[in-house]
């Protein structure tokens, strides 16, 4: 005989991340790439002739 429960299956529970605390290099470096970003989308939309 099979011991096996019916139903799915949760998932195992991921333990919580740390929130770290970012300096001003960290900072830095988000907000360059926020705008590195915004120009890549900017320049894509513009080859493809959007406004």
Same mark, same amino acid.
């Given at each position: ?7 799915? @299956?949760?998932? @195992?529970?991921?333990?919580? +991340?740390?929130? +770290? #605390? =970012? %300096? %001003? %290099? %960290? @900072?830095?470096?988000?907000? /360059?790439?926020?705008? #590195?970003? !915004? !120009? /890549? /989308? !900017? !320049?894509?939309?513009? =080859?493809?002739?959007?406004?």
């Amino acid at each position: 005989m099979s011991s096996r429960q019916g139903g799915k @299956l949760k998932p @195992l529970k991921q333990p919580k +991340k740390q929130q +770290k #605390e =970012l %300096d %001003d %290099d %960290d @900072l830095a470096f988000k907000q /360059k790439q926020k705008e #590195e970003a !915004a !120009a /890549k /989308k !900017a !320049a894509i939309d513009k =080859l493809k002739g959007k406004k």
